[in-house]
């Protein structure tokens, strides 16, 4: 029996659109050879050129993409890193993956690949998702989360 197809879903206010992502096999196979990715945990305030600094000293960068808020177009907590050969994705995770960036924790994992789209937020807010859930005030994340502030 083939593996189970793997969906992602995409919510807006005006409908539900589903991006078939291939089976979970393909998902797999396009892991083990990526040479992009997935950073999360940025302060709001990091830019490009400081990710670019950071993740060059693992090797040669193709390209940085930061998340983007869809409503306002600000960045919103998390990029995408592409690396013009694996070995050089590979020092990344394991020599960036948990290092202070602007005073938080980042962390990295694999992306099976940058499609135009993935650097807006998921959040309904136009956000990250977590964001609109945090309780706590976290001035690198723009302050409190969503649910706080519509109390």
Known sequence: MPPRSLL????????????DMGTRYDQERLL????TLY???????????????????????????????????T???FCFVEYYARGDAENAMRYIN???????????????GFKEGRQYGRGRSGGQVRDEYRQDYDAGRGGYGKTVQCQ
């Open 39 to 73: 950073v999360g945990n940025l302060s709001f305030y990091t830019t490009e050129e400081q990710i670019h600094e950071l993740f060059g000293k693992s090797g040669d960068i193709k390209k940085v993409i930061m998340g983007l808020d869809k409503v306002k177009k």
């Open 8 to 19: 992602n879903i995409k919510k807006t206010d005006v409908h539900v659109e589903v991006i």
């Open 98 to 112: 948990g290092t202070r960036l602007d005073d938080r924790i980042i962390r990295t994992d694999w992306d099976a």
């Open 32 to 35: 083990r050879k990526s040479c």
């Open 75 to 77: 960045a919103c907590g």
